[in-house]
């Protein structure tokens, strides 16, 4: 079946960088593009970017640019999220999801980034 | 601030009816595809509807999408106390070039 699978819990300093993994399973890869989507503790879904894994070719949130970068390894169909100069207001779930043309499914199953000095 | 607005609560009774609106602008809802979630207390959120108003394979009947002008509602009929949880509604924004979600709607089934 579809499935993607993230990387562990992470806890951070403020100030640090942070790189997510996102390990897709059981389609083509390079089919469909693979969305980031953070969810801060008790609030809502935020969407941060997407990339193409055919491509590399990438798209980020305003609010993001110049703190994240996404990349892809065909090899292992593994998508990497990075966020750099990290704050209190970054701590969320973080979420990869795979790019359907009217929906995003399925869903990583999260990856719990704490910051904290 | 969400691109896309939702009550923040809805409630009904088991058994009863519910709707829930997302309203946007011409340059998402009223230009791309409606996507609506279904999330649980401490799991990702799972697709209930796609392309305004299209179920995935193993997402019931009781579950319904509408679309009109630049909003969209979520229909849950029969509803169930397993039916409580955090819905959101998703479309992407051509203006911004974005994916966009609304602030999200919590479900209690009284």
């Known amino acids: 079946q579809v499935q993607l699978v993230q990387s562990g819990a992470e806890v951070k300093k403020p100030g640090a960088s942070l790189t997510v993994s996102c390990k897709a399973s059981?389609?083509?890869?390079?089919?469909?593009?693979i969305h980031w989507v953070r969810q801060a503790p008790g609030q809502g879904l935020e969407w941060m970017g997407r990339?193409?894994?055919?491509?590399?070719?990438?798209l980020y949130a305003q609010r993001l640019q110049g703190r994240v970068s996404m990349t892809t390894d065909t090899s292992t169909t593994t998508v990497y999220m990075e966020l750099r100069s990290l704050r209190s207001e970054d701590m969320a779930v973080y979420y990869c999801?795979?790019?359907?043309?009217?929906?995003?499914?399925?869903w990583g199953q999260g990856t719990l980034v704490t910051v904290s000095s | 601030q969400s691109v896309l607005t939702q009550p923040p609560s809805v409630s009904a009774a088991p058994g009863q009816k519910v709707t829930i609106s997302c309203s946007g602008s011409?340059?998402?809802?009223?230009?791309?595809?409606v996507s609506w979630y279904q999330q649980f207390p401490g799991t990702a959120p799972r697709l209930l509807i796609y392309?305004?108003?299209k179920r995935p394979s193993g997402i019931p009947d009781r579950f319904s999408g509408a679309k009109s002008g630049t909003s969209a509602t979520l229909g849950i009929t029969g509803l169930q106390t397993g039916d409580e949880a955090d819905y959101y509604c998703?479309?992407?924004?051509?203006?911004?070039?974005?994916?966009?979600f609304g602030g999200g709607t919590k479900l209690t089934v009284l």
């Open positions: 999801a795979r790019g359907l043309p009217g929906g995003f499914d399925p």
């Open positions: 059981g389609y083509s890869f390079t089919n469909s593009h």
């Open positions: 990339i193409d894994p055919s491509s590399g070719g990438t």
């Open positions: 011409s340059s998402n809802i009223g230009t791309n595809y």
């Open positions: 392309e305004d108003n």
């Open positions: 998703g479309a992407w924004d051509s203006s911004l070039n974005a994916g966009g």
